[in-house]
Every structure is written in structure tokens, then in C-alpha cells.
């Protein structure tokens, strides 16, 4: 996905602080397994939002959506995929 475009529709601000954003956050954490269980919505907009450099470093950060819930984007995003190619 477009760093730049998720930044921008932030406002280039941190989900969290609304300070200047200067990093991506995977929500749901970027393991092996979460790729290979969700492998487009990990890396999707759904789950990386813009965070404070500051903040990216410290405690806590915002809570992960549940596995339920990532199992209902990645569905979707793989029903878009196909649904494009007919």
C-alpha cells in the first residue's frame, strides 16, 4: 500500500496523539503466521495506520482487532479480488 496515501488521509497526523505521524503501525502485529493466515489484510490500509515516532516506541499502542475481525476484511478484500477479475 501507498505510505504516502495513508499518511495523507490522516492529515499526515498520529491515529493516536494527533501529533505529526512518522511511522506505519501494523494494528494487527505482521508475524509469519498473521501473513500467511491474512496475507492482504495485513499490509492493507485496514490495518496501518500513521503513528508518533515517540509513541511507535512506547506502551501502549492501540489495541488489535480481534482474529474474527481480520478474518471478515481478509474475506472481503479476497471477494473484491475476484469479483475484479470476472
Known amino acids: 500500500m501507498d505510505k504516502e496515501r495513508i499518511f495523507k488521509a490522516y492529515g499526515n ?24 493466515r491474512w496475507p492482504l489484510f495485513i ?11 515517540g509513541y511507535h516506541m512506547n506502551k501502549p499502542l492501540p489495541k488489535a482487532p480481534s482474529d474474527l475481525v481480520c478474518d471478515l476484511y481478509e474475506e ?11
Do not use: G, Q
Open 43 to 53: 499490509d492493507s490500509p485496514f490495518n496501518l495506520i500513521p503513528i508518533n515516532h
Open 13 to 36: 497526523r498520529c491515529a493516536v496523539t494527533s501529533d505529526e505521524a512518522h511511522d506505519l503501525h501494523h494494528v494487527k502485529a505482521r508475524t509469519k503466521i498473521n501473513v500467511k
Open 76 to 86: 472481503w478484500l479476497i471477494k473484491l479480488l475476484i469479483d475484479n477479475k470476472t
